[in-house]
Every structure is written in C-alpha cells, then in structure tokens.
C-alpha cells in the first residue's frame, strides 16, 4: 500500500510544472475484474491531461473484502473525450457531458497476466475546471495474452477530483 501511494504522489507531481492541459486529477471508485465477484473492489489513480481532449491515465483495482489488496490489477491507458474538449486551458469550461473511449495495457498481480486493454466510458459529467468529474458505467475489454483469456472490467462509477487546472488556477 505504501508503495502505490508514494508511486501515485511521484506521478501527480510530475506534471505540476507543465503546459496549460495538464491537468491532473485523483481518482477514487467501484470496480471490479474477476466474475463472479466474491467481494468488494475498488479503483483509483492519477489521471494527466495531455492536450484538449486527451488524458493519460494510470489506474489500479484492488479488492477490499475479503482479502484488502490480496489481489490487484494495475494499467495506463490513453483517453479521448469523443464529444468536444474535456478542458479549454482557461477559465472557460470544456464539455460537461462527455463519453470517453480509452486504449491501454494492464497487469493482474493474481496470476502475472497482462496485456492490452480498451475501455468506454458512456457518461462522463464535469470538467476539470469544475475540479470534478464523474465517470459512470464504464467498461472495458482485455486480452491477457500470458494466461490467453479475456479479461473484462466494470466500474458503477468513478469520481475524479481535480488537482491541477481548476477554476482555482484561473481566478
């Protein structure tokens, strides 16, 4: 656990100095990967804006219950925000509704598997100047080409809590 956190404040603050996109945001949900599921998991993460309207993100699921963190999957993805600019680079607002297609790569601590990942988000409300965004339903597909099995992911929703390009940078 401690390494997560140290790794997550060393990625967030990697882009405190850069351009005008460079958002940079929290991130703290539901989610889940293994079906059935036998308990709770949960999701979080850093998520840095690279231009308009795409963001890296570097994200992690852990179960809660009942073993906290006995098994983990880890990933970074690229996103596009597919219905206008997710932020403006300014005090004026980007889209606040938007849907988000994300391409990327994961790794399972449960069984070493990794591979690649694509995932959609169908409703993504706010924007980084509002300092807050909720991802809701979103869902991703995955090949995990060392154990050669699907792997799909499901997040009821997700909160995202803006760090970096608020409106408390423009004011």
């Known amino acids: ?38 308990g709770i998991s949960f999701s979080y993460g850093v998520n840095i804006g690279l231009s308009a309207r795409w963001e890296m993100n570097i994200w992690g699921i852990s179960e809660a219950v009942p073993r906290p963190f006995g098994s983990s999957m880890f990933g970074l993805d690229f996103t596009c925000a ?14 606040g509704l938007n849907t988000l297609l994300s391409i990327g790569c994961f790794y399972r601590t449960d069984n070493n598997g990794a591979g690649p990942m694509v995932s959609i988000t169908p409703l993504a409300v706010g924007s980084p100047i509002s300092g807050r965004r909720e991802r809701i339903l979103k869902t991703g597909v995955g090949y995990d080409a060392v154990n050669n099995e699907v792997v799909v992911t499901f997040s009821l929703i997700n909160l995202d809590l803006y760090v970096r390009g608020t409106y408390r940078d423009y004011y």
Request: charged residues 15%; without cysteine.
């Open 1 to 38: 656990m401690k390494r997560i956190l140290i790794a997550l404040l060393l990625l967030s603050s990697l882009a405190l100095p850069a351009a005008d996109h460079h958002d940079i945001s929290l991130s703290f949900g539901h989610s889940m990967y293994k079906w059935p599921e036998k």
């Open 82 to 95: 597919l219905l206008g600019p997710r932020s403006t680079a300014s005090k004026i607002a980007g889209t």
